[in-house]
DNA sequence: GTAGGGTTAG
C-alpha cells in the first residue's frame, strides 16, 4: 500500500496531471480529519499521509496553507525531504511556520547548507525568533558552536528579541567552542539582566556551560566548577537534567568525590541521575563502585534504561566480566521481546565490544550485521575488534568498507599500523587522512610518532612535532612521551631529553622513555641519575623502568650496577620476570661472566627460555667459549628451530674457532629446515626518500658511485690505522677475497652514500637491520675522523655515535671475536675529578706493561667507593689490578693512584 | 514550527 502511494505521487509529480475537481470544502473537511489521524507521528501516520496526499492529487484537491504545511511537517517527520521540499517549493511565499518545519528538517540530517539557504531566502519581516532558534539547534547539532554565536549575534543586529530557547541554543553553541572564557560571563550577564535567568533550562545550560569550560581550561577548572555550583545550590526549581548535568560535570572533571555528594542529596533519583554517577565510575575504573550503584538500582527498583544495560555492558566488557555480560545480553533479548521493543545501536555497539573484547569476534560481527541501523560507532567497534584480535588483515580489508569513516576510524586503523610494524603503511594513511579534511587528533599524533620511532623516520618524525606545534594544541602526554622515545629511537637524544626536561608534568612513562634513550645510546650512567632522580621525587619505578635499567647497564658494561639493581627491584614491589632475567645473563655474558650467568640461570624460579640462552650464545660467540656456547645454541635450536639468527651465531662461532667441517654441518641444517638467513641490509634517508643497501649491493643506481668513492677513500683510511679485519667474513676464503667481500657490507654503502649526496657538514644518520659488523664499525670510526663528520648507525640492537674516531658504544656493542684476558699493570690519565667524585677516565688510553693495547669505553665514568678507590672496567674485563703512572698536571687524583 | 549535557568505538 506504501509502495502504491509513493508511485501514485511519483506519477503525478511527473506528469503534471490535472484530474476534474469536486465539491471543495466537503474534500477540505474530510482530509483535515484524516491527517489529524496522522498525529502522533509513527511509522503508520507517515505511509497514511501518503496515502492522504495522493487522493488528494487524484482528486484534484490542491493542497494550500495549513493542509501543504501539515503534509510537509509529516513528511520531514518521515525522512521524505525531497517530498517535503517539492510541496514547500510549490509555495509562493513560504509562511514562517513552513520554512521553519523546513529548517528544521534539514538541520536534523545533517544538510546545514541547505537548511541556511532556505533560511536567508526568508525575508527578515516573515522570520521570528522560532526560525531563529531552528537554526540555531541546527549549528549546535553540527558542533559548529562559532556559527551559533554569529547568528545570534546577527538575529540581534537584526533587532530580534531572544527567548529562553535562543539562550539555552547559544550557551549550549558557547559550550562547544572552548575559548570563550570572556564572553561566558558576558552572556551570563545578559541572561540575569534579562530576566531569563528565572528560566530552569536556561540556568541548566549555564550550568552546562561553565562545567564544560572547566574540562577545557586547565588552569582555572575549579573556580568555574564552583560558578556551576553556586548557580545549581542558587536554583528554586530543579529539573532532572539539573541533577544529570552538575553531577556529569564534576565527573568529567575528576571530582568523584563532589560529584557522589551532589548525587546523595537527592533521595529519589530519576535514571538518568544513576547512569550519569555509574559512568563516572566506569571512566575511572572504579569497577566495585560502579557495581555498587548497579545493586542499588536494582534493591531500589529503578528500571534500566539504555543508558542503563550500555554502562553495565561496558563495565563487563571493561573489567573481564564476559559470563556476567552475557547472561545481560541473554536479559536484554528477553526485555526487547516481552515489550516489542528494539534498543537502540548503542546497547549493540555495547554487545560487539564486550564480545569482542573476550575474543568472540564472530558473535560481534554477528549482532553488527543483524543491526537495523549500524552508524559509525558500529563498524568502529567491529574494526577494533579485528586490530585487538591481532589480524591486521582483517582490520584493513573492513576498514576500506567503512561508508563513514570519522576521526577515530582514522585514529585506530593507524594505530593499528603502527603497532604491527607497518610503520609505513600508517603515515600513508596519516597523509589520506589529512587529504580527505580530518585533522589529526592527539591519539593519532601518538601513534604516528610511534611509527616514525619504528621505521626511524627522524625527518617524518620532526615533521609531525611541528604540525603539533603548529596547530597550536597543547599535546598530551602520550604524544609527547611517544616524541621523546622517538627522538631516542632516531638517533638525537639531545632532544628527547630537552622535550623531557621541558615537560610542566611528567609521569612514569615519561621517565621510562627518557631512561631507554639514554640507555640505547650508551649513556649508561646518565641513565641511573635519571632513576635516582625518579626514586627521589616519588615515582615508583615498575616492570618497564627496570627493564630498561638493565638495557642501560648492558648498553654501557655497568655488570655492578645491573646486579645491584636487579636485586633491588624486590624492595620496589617488582618481581623480575624472566625478560630482566635475560637482560642480566646479556650483561654478564657480554663481560665474560660465564659462572655468574650460569648461577643467574640455576636460581632462576621459571625455565629458561628463548631470549636467555640467545644471551648466553653471543655471549659466548663474544668470548669464543664453545662448549657452553654450543649448548645454549642446542636448546635454542629446539625452543625456536626456525630461528635464523641461532644457525647464523653458531656458523661463525665454528668458523672463528677455524672449524669448517662445523660450519658447513651448520650450514646444511639450516638449508635441511628450510630456514633462510634475513638478508643483511641497510638505509640513509636522502631528502625525504629511503635509499636501500644491501650487501654486494647493485641495485641502486648510484651503487656505483658509492663504490669508487669507497676505493678512493681506502688508502686514506689505510693511512690513518685502519686495517680490514677479515675476521669478520666467516667464509673459508682467500684472504684478498674476504678483504673485498669486507668493503661491499651494506653498512659502508649506506654511509658512504650519505657522505656523498648529503648537505656538507650534516650527520650521516644509517640503519641496519641486523648488528653492525666489527670491521664495518672500525673502518667508520676511522671515516668520521677522516671526514670530520658525525655519522650515526642505528644497528639491530642499538646506537653507535662516531666522532673524530670514536664510537659511543666504547666497541663494548661490537661483536668481538677476541676474548681480552686479563691485564696486570696499565697507565690511566684521568682527566677530570667532578665535584660529586664522579670520576671522569679518557678514552683510548692505558698501555699494559705487557705492551698490548686496550680500550677503555671513551668516556668512563665512576664513583669512587668509601675508601676512595675507584674500579674501572674495559671491555667487558675488571681490571683488578693496576697502577696509576701518570696524571695531567693541576688534575686530581681521588685515591693517589692506589689500585683498586 | 525551535531544545536537552546520563551510553557505545582508541
Same mark, same amino acid.
Given at each position: 500500500m506504501r509502495n502504491a502511494a509513493r508511485q501514485a505521487i511519483n506519477f503525478v509529480f511527473a506528469h503534471n496531471t490535472s484530474f476534474p475537481k469536486v465539491e471543495l470544502r466537503a474534500l477540505a473537511d474530510r482530509y483535515t480529519a484524516q491527517l489529524q489521524l496522522c498525529c502522533p507521528p509513527s511509522s503508520f501516520s507517515h505511509s497514511y499521509a501518503q496515502i492522504i496526499h495522493a487522493q488528494m492529487i487524484i482528486s484534484g484537491f490542491s493542497p494550500r496553507g495549513h493542509f501543504l504545511g501539515r503534509l510537509i511537517d509529516i513528511y520531514c517527520q518521515s525522512n521524505n525531504l525531497s517530498y517535503a521540499r517539492h510541496l514547500f517549493d510549490k509555495i509562493p511565499q513560504p509562511d514562517v511556520v513552513a520554512t521553519t518545519t523546513m529548517v528544521s528538517a534539514y538541520c536534523s540530517v545533517g544538510k546545514l547548507k541547505e537548511a541556511r539557504r532556505i533560511f536567508d531566502e526568508t525575508p527578515l519581516c516573515i522570520r521570528d525568533v522560532v526560525c531563529y532558534n531552528a537554526m540555531i539547534t541546527g549549528y549546535n547539532h553540527n558542533d559548529d558552536g562559532a556559527a551559533t554565536v554569529e547568528l545570534f549575534k546577527e538575529m540581534l543586529g537584526n533587532g530580534f528579541r531572544p527567548d529562553h530557547f535562543t539562550f539555552s541554543g547559544v550557551l549550549s553553541g558557547l559550550s562547544? =567552542?572552548?575559548?570563550?572564557e570572556r564572553d561566558c560571563n558576558q552572556l551570563h550577564c545578559a541572561i540575569v539582566k534579562s530576566g531569563m535567568g528565572c528560566f530552569t533550562s536556561v540556568l541548566n545550560a549555564l550550568i552546562f556551560l561553565y562545567v564544560k569550560c572547566a574540562c577545557s581550561l586547565f588552569v582555572e577548572s575549579s573556580s568555574l566548577l564552583d560558578v556551576g555550583r553556586e548557580l545549581f545550590d542558587g536554583m528554586r526549581e530543579k529539573d532532572e537534567l539539573t541533577w544529570t548535568t552538575m553531577i556529569a560535570g564534576y565527573v568529567r572533571n575528576d571530582d568523584l568525590v563532589s560529584a557522589q555528594q551532589v548525587f546523595d542529596l537527592r533521595s529519589e533519583k530519576p535514571v538518568a541521575v544513576w547512569n550519569a554517577m555509574i559512568s563516572g565510575y566506569l571512566h575511572h575504573a572504579l569497577y566495585p563502585e560502579a557495581l555498587g550503584l548497579f545493586r542499588r538500582m536494582i534493591n531500589e527498583g529503578i528500571q534500566f534504561d539504555e543508558y542503563t544495560y550500555t554502562n553495565i555492558l561496558s563495565l563487563c566488557g571493561d573489567s573481564g566480566l564476559f559470563s556476567q555480560g552475557k547472561e545481560i545480553h541473554a536479559c536484554i533479548l528477553r526485555k526487547e521481546e516481552k515489550w516489542g521493543l528494539e534498543f537502540s545501536s548503542s546497547v549493540n555497539n555495547a554487545l560487539i565490544t564486550l564480545y569482542s573484547r573476550c575474543e568472540k569476534i564472530r558473535e560481534a560481527r554477528h549482532i553488527f550485521e543483524e543491526m537495523p541501523v549500524k552508524v559509525t560507532v558500529s563498524w568502529n567497534a567491529i574494526l577494533s575488534g579485528y586490530v585487538n584480535a591481532g589480524h591486521i588483515s582483517d582490520a584493513i580489508h573492513f576498514f576500506h568498507k567503512i561508508p563513514e569513516k570519522n576521526l577515530l576510524t582514522w585514529a585506530v586503523m593507524i594505530a593499528a599500523y603502527a603497532q604491527s610494524g607497518l610503520g609505513e603503511e600508517s603515515l600513508k594513511l596519516l597523509n589520506q587522512m589529512r587529504l580527505e579534511g580530518f585533522q589529526p587528533c592527539d591519539y593519532t599524533f601518538a601513534a604516528a610518532v610511534t611509527a616514525c620511532s619504528n621505521l626511524g623516520a627522524l625527518d617524518q618524525g620532526r615533521q609531525l612535532h611541528a604540525l603539533v606545534i603548529r596547530l597550536g594544541f597543547e599535546p598530551s602526554l602520550s604524544t609527547t612521551n611517544a616524541l621523546i622515545t622517538m627522538y631516542g629511537r632516531c638517533g638525537i637524544v639531545e632532544a628527547a631529553h630537552l622535550i623531557f626536561k621541558t615537560l610542566p608534568s611528567v609521569d612514569s612513562i615519561s621517565w621510562n622513555a627518557m631512561i631507554a634513550a639514554f640507555g640505547q645510546h650508551g649513556h649508561g650512567c646518565q641513565a641511573l641519575q635519571l632513576f635516582e632522580q625518579m626514586l627521589e621525587v616519588g615515582i615508583k619505578p615498575d616492570r618497564i623502568t627496570f627493564l630498561n635499567i638493565l638495557t642501560a647497564c648492558s648498553h654501557a658494561g655497568l655488570v655492578d650496577e645491573g646486579s645491584r639493581y636487579f636485586n633491588l627491584m624486590h624492595s620496589y614491589g617488582v618481581s623480575p620476570q624472566d625478560d630482566h632475567y635475560a637482560r642480566l645473563v646479556d650483561l654478564f655474558c657480554r663481560a665474560g661472566k660465564f659462572s655468574d650467568a650460569r648461577q643467574l640461570i640455576e636460581k632462576m624460579p621459571f625455565e629458561p627460555d628463548a631470549p636467555m640462552w640467545e644471551a648466553l650464545l653471543s655471549g659466548c660467540r663474544l668470548h669464543g667459549k664453545l662448549d657452553i656456547g654450543i649448548e645454549a645454541a642446542e636448546r635454542l635450536l629446539h625452543l =625456536?628451530?626456525?630461528?635464523d639468527g641461532t644457525y647464523i651465531l653458531l656458523s661463525n662461532m665454528y668458523a672463528a674457532a677455524g672449524k669448517w667441517d662445523d660450519v658447513t654441518r651448520v650450514r646444511k641444517l639450516m638449508r635441511d629446515m628450510g630456514v633462510k638467513k634475513e638478508p643483511a641490509c641497510s638505509w640513509i634517508d636522502v631528502e625525504n626518500k629511503v635509499h636501500i643497501f644491501f650487501v654486494d649491493d647493485t641495485s641502486h643506481p648510484e651503487v656505483q658511485a658509492v663504490y669508487a668513492y669507497l676505493e678512493k677513500l681506502g688508502p686514506r683510511l689505510r693511512e690513518l690505522g685502519y686495517a680490514p679485519d677479515t675476521m669478520y667474513v666467516l667464509h673459508d676464503v682467500e684472504s684478498e677475497q674476504k678483504e673485498y667481500s669486507l668493503s661491499t657490507h651494506s653498512e659502508k654503502l649506506a654511509v658512504a652514500y650519505g657522505l656523498l649526496r648529503l648537505p656538507i657538514g650534516a650527520t650521516v644518520r644509517v640503519f641496519k637491520n641486523l648488528r653492525i659488523c666489527g670491521d664495518c664499525h672500525n673502518a667508520i670510526k676511522y671515516i668520521s675522523k677522516l671526514v670530520q663528520r658525525q655519522i650515526v648507525v642505528r644497528d639491530g640492537k642499538r646506537f653507535h655515535h662516531f666522532k673524530n674516531g670514536e664510537c659511543s658504544c666504547g666497541d663494548f656493542w661490537v661483536d668481538h671475536l677476541e676474548a681480552m684476558t686479563s691485564f696486570s699493570v696499565a697507565i690511566i690519565i684521568i682527566r677530570r675529578i667532578t665535584k660529586t667524585s664522579l670520576v671522569e677516565f679518557s678514552s683510548s688510553w692505558s698501555v699494559g706493561t705487557q705492551d698490548i693495547q686496550v680500550e677503555l669505553r671513551p668516556v668512563q665514568l665512576a664513583y669512587p667507593n668509601e675508601s676512595g678507590q675507584v674500579k674501572l672496567q674495559t671491555n667487558g674485563i675488571t681490571w683488578n689490578q693496576f697502577s696509576i703512572q701518570a696524571h695531567q698536571p693541576g688534575w686530581k687524583l681521588g685515591a693517589e693512584g692506589v689500585p683498586v
Open positions: 562547544l =567552542v572552548a575559548d570563550y =625456536v628451530p626456525q630461528h
